[in-house]
């Protein structure tokens, strides 16, 4: 188990990875358990630098799992900031793990040479007789990340400066949670802002005066109007944590009454809470499917045949044809379109059969000079139909 870095009275415990073997770590239920992953004693799993005397500053990220599942449990959280920084496993176990070994998997991933080496951290959570301690106050940061408050010493300044104004005899940080993680917005990278934090700590005697000047009512005016409030030990903070005092939360969990919820009996498709699943076995009777395949496509069929029928027969049966239109065509309507047409007939036979004298251009031209007969100009070209019926007379 690693070095235990906390105040006097106040119990946190803060463990450093420096082997590569497995670890077991023994946590207390209801206290901040804080696991440091370096990647300095990671490094030794990958190959070097192929030059004797470079720098080297591999960038390593972590992979961290509950073994035999892809996440980690509930109250175990895990942030790397950069691939070159360390990562930080923490969160606060409660009662309901007391005794239950937990193996976290950790995959350290080197980017420059995409090797992998993977160790076992068992962790053993204990039960204390301080869990739960009765008066807890949760406080908001503003100067602060997450992975800056979990520094050991950092959180043992924070410590020290509640117990200075609350005067405990235990004190124990309970929980550390990002703003980002309650719906705070990722701030602008200018003037070195934070996200914040909230811590929560537990004592076991009531709040004092000093935290307990934000519920006066002049201060819930101020803190209603985005004002700050006057709080006389903000002094003995000011130096090192801003601390949003309209933000801070009091809870005494011996006044808090159980609200008991009950729940509905469950339905035969509902499997308990407890037990194991047994799927049904091999001698039910399986569901044949024919029938709901034939009416799948009988029904889409019998509607296309129906739309076939009366669409052929309202373009084939409904049509009229030439001996019907002629039978309801007057006589003399017939006679003059024939007419037409053998007239038609007779000028188009005889444009082709007519005597015209021919153009000068179609005739073949005599060279003086050379003594050579050119041939005309567009013999094949002209077309007797383009001529026209009747000749010009002189």
């Known amino acids: 188990m690693g070095p235990t870095c906390a105040q006097p009275s106040s119990h946190v415990v803060t463990i450093v990875s420096r082997s590569h073997a497995d670890r077991n770590v023994y946590p207390s239920a209801g206290v901040l358990f804080v696991h440091v992953l370096e990647r300095e004693y990671f490094k ?6 192929p030059k004797s005397g470079d720098a080297s500053n591999d960038p390593i990220t972590f992979n961290t799992n509950l073994q035999g599942f892809p996440d980690r449990p509930g109250w175990l959280r895990y942030i790397q900031r950069t691939a070159l920084s360390d990562g930080v496993l923490y969160g606060s176990p409660t009662a309901e793990h007391v005794g239950k070994p937990t193996v976290i998997e950790i995959t350290a991933y080197n980017r420059r040479t995409f090797e992998t080496a993977r160790h076992n951290l068992v962790i053993n959570i204990m039960a204390t007789e301080e869990f739960p301690l009765p008066y807890q106050a949760e406080f908001y940061i503003k100067n602060m990340n997450v992975e800056e408050m979990l520094a050991s010493e950092v959180l043992g300044d924070f410590l020290g400066a509640v117990k200075n104004v609350w005067q405990p005899e235990r004190l124990n ?7 980002l993680d309650r719906g705070g917005r990722v701030p602008l990278p200018i003037n070195n802002l934070k996200e914040g934090v909230y811590v929560m700590v537990g004592a076991d005697v009531p709040f004092s005066s000093c935290l307990r000047e934000v519920e006066s009512p002049h201060n819930q005016l101020r803190c209603s ?3 700050e409030p006057a709080i006389s030990c903000d002094k003995k903070f000011r ?8 933000k801070i939360s009091l809870v005494d969990i011996t006044k808090v009454v159980p609200v ?8 035969p498709g509902v499997l308990p809470e407890f037990g194991e699943y047994n799927p049904p076995s091999e001698a ?3 569901r044949d499917y024919l029938s709901d395949f034939v009416v799948t496509l009988a029904v889409p069929a019998a509607v296309a045949l129906v739309l076939f029928v009366v669409l052929g027969y309202a373009m084939c049966c409904r049509r009229e044809g030439v001996v019907k239109r002629n039978m309801q065509t007057p006589d003399i309507q017939l006679v003059q379109h024939s007419s037409i047409q053998k007239s038609s007939k007779e000028l188009r036979s005889l444009s082709k059969n007519r005597e015209i004298s021919w153009p000068l251009s179609t005739l073949p031209v005599f060279n003086p000079v050379s003594g050579e007969v050119v041939p005309p100009l567009h013999p094949d070209s002209y077309e007797t139909t383009s001529m026209p019926l009747m000749q010009t007379q002189t």
């Not at 940080?173 to 703003?179: D, L, P, Y």
């Not at 130096?239 to 309209?246: G, K, L, T, Y």
């Open 225 to 227: 109007q985005e004002m």
């Open 239 to 246: 130096a090192q944590f801003h601390i949003d005092w309209c």
């Open 284 to 286: 039910l009777k399986s």
């Open 260 to 267: 008991y919820v009950s729940r509905p009996d469950p339905g």
């Open 44 to 49: 030794g799993e990958f190959p070097p630098y």
């Open 173 to 179: 940080a309970i929980n550390i949670t990002s703003a």
